[in-house]
DNA sequence: TTGTAAGCGTTATCAA
DNA sequence: TTGATAACGCTTACAA
């Protein structure tokens, strides 16, 4: 009865097909050149012995790399309820694959930072603070910051939130609108320069409060906002799905959308759930997620990486009418 | 001008604090006691040093363990969108995460095979072939399926798909309804038997179409449906998302659910963005996840794993009435 | 094109 | 409680 078998390694491989180690470490990586019969017969020794190539513990010790790129999101279900946050995610995820990089989840209290990471992206968290942060400095694994505060060494990718946000209100001027109510996200980078475009054109604007970009919860928080009759003619959501769940609710209590009311969103997703088209910023996710992932595998190169700032445009909908 | 430093080693950090190799480890690790004052030094030496702790790619090589476990989910955005996929991705990430495992993510396409992972989660996908498989068999690495095909040597987490789509379907039968059409997922396992459950009442069961868990998309399925007139009485969905849009697209033609039209989800999640409580059959989503985890702990400590098997119950809600 | 040999930075075994 | 030493399995100069 054989004992607990040794794995096979790349030794057994290469001894089987009489060739030396580095031959057959060649042969699997193609590195450099190594002739084609040679590599028919690594191969075959490998088959033979059930070898399902090298070890990757051992090679990423030995290359200093995981392969692996963390990504840090907040809760999961918090942050992929967003459908804002998927093409993005789609398009870090197509990037990264095609590197041969793989995409860790990184919960924002966790201890995943003794995890190996080749670098990580810190996204949709809404959050300034990131307990692992420190890590990875100490680390010297490089962070690529989306739409987050600035933190010294890191790589940021951003979109033009105050701009947008401006152009929006401007829009709801020139309709004549002059009370306007905000519904806002959590304290956090993005949601501070949103305000302050929206401010530049209503610096009255009235704070309804703050929710996750979830559709029950805005219709929450406006079914108690809408109840108090405040006067507004105006809700500028800070995402789509929170126009969403506005204007369910203003409906539900019998206001017509944007005849007695308008409201407008951001991100520019599909809202398949509403007959209208929302008025809202566009912004564009998947590049988002491609320059984040571009400036990933830069970091990881060792190169210098400049920053990304991406242009948002206003989409006019059916949401917004005259005040 | 110093060169280009090699980077500490936990080496270094002994022979800064005057102790072995060895020990140096045992204090990081806990592994084996260490004297308060030992540790106490040590651990000044790293701080001193800018030492961030053992290397996560020379420990794991040593252990033979990478600490993360991989899940296929097939394209990341259609995956994530399902809001049932959620629920149970946290109670994965919790219970891995609280075991120090990070959860990697595997396109089903891809070539993560490559990457070091210590057990695979088969999940989501909805599908009956996974490339990566063959692979991970050849590694050795232990798979979790969860409502998935049948491989041998994977261990399976499963809900009761025939009994819940039977319980439905009898609901509706009591209701009157005797014509009913279904909209059904990709073809999988799950599919397959939720099919043969509505089919144990209703053989005759007409199949509107298949569509991923999406809105817009069973919305689309459904206009082309009913402006046939197909004379049926009731719909019933493999999602409550699904469901969610057959409503909503009913109405867009004039017909009042469930007055004209009865339609019945799967899975029991929320549906903020409608205005009745569907019926539906609601399936344990956190708990599938637990056991999911659970079942990936065990592998992974190497111990015999039995295979879960999950109750679902019928609700009854606003959405189904008499024929 | 192939072979030799030197690590990569840990952890685990064993003895002291 | 601590220390010496041997792997873990691979990749890559360098030499032939």
Chains 1, 2 share one sequence.
């Not at 051992?58 to 999101?73: F, P, Q, Y």
């Not at 559709?215 to 108090?228: H, K, N, P, R, S």
């Not at 969103?265 to 997620?289: H, M, N, S, Y």
Request: net charge negative; glycine share 10%.
């Amino acid at each position: 009865m054989p004992g607990p078998t040794r794995a096979t390694t790349l030794a057994d491989v290469a001894a089987a097909a009489g060739v030396s180690l580095s031959t057959a470490s060649l042969a699997f990586s193609g590195n450099k050149p190594v002739s084609a019969s040679t590599r028919e017969r690594v191969l075959a020794a490998a088959a033979a012995l059930g070898y399902a190539g090298p070890n990757p513990l051992a090679s990423n010790l030995r290359r200093g790399r995981s392969g692996v790129v963390g990504i840090a999101v907040g809760q999961l279900s918090t942050a992929f309820r967003d459908p804002a946050a998927l093409p993005m995610l789609d398009a870090i995820s197509q990037v990264l694959g095609a590197a041969g990089l793989g995409l860790l989840l990184m919960g924002d209290d966790d201890e995943h930072a003794r995890l190996p990471i080749d670098a990580a992206i810190y996204d949709i968290c809404g959050r300034d603070s990131w307990a692992a942060y420190d890590d990875l400095v100490a680390r010297d694994v490089p962070v690529v910051v989306v739409e987050g505060p600035t933190w010294p060494g890191a790589t940021y990718v951003d979109i033009e939130h105050r701009r947008g946000a401006k152009a929006l209100a401007k829009h709801l001027h020139d309709l004549g609108h002059r009370r306007v109510a905000t519904v806002t996200l959590a304290a956090s980078h993005a949601q501070r320069e949103r305000e302050a475009g929206l401010r530049d054109v209503f610096p009255d604007a009235h704070v309804v409060g703050a929710c996750a970009s979830d559709l029950g919860a805005a219709q929450a928080l406006a079914a108690d906002y809408l109840a108090g009759d405040p006067g507004v003619s105006a809700v500028v959501c800070q995402s789509d799905v929170q126009a969403a769940g506005v204007v369910l609710e203003a409906r539900r209590r019998g206001l017509r959308v944007p005849g007695d009311l308008s409201v407008a969103g951001f991100d520019g997703v599909a809202t398949p759930w509403l007959d209208l088209e929302l008025t809202t910023v566009v912004q564009p996710l998947a590049d988002k997620g491609r320059a984040t992932a571009e400036a990933v595998l830069g970091r990881i190169a060792g190169a210098d990486v400049a920053d990304v700032l991406l242009p948002v445009r206003l989409r006019v909908g059916d949401s917004t009418g005259p005040a």
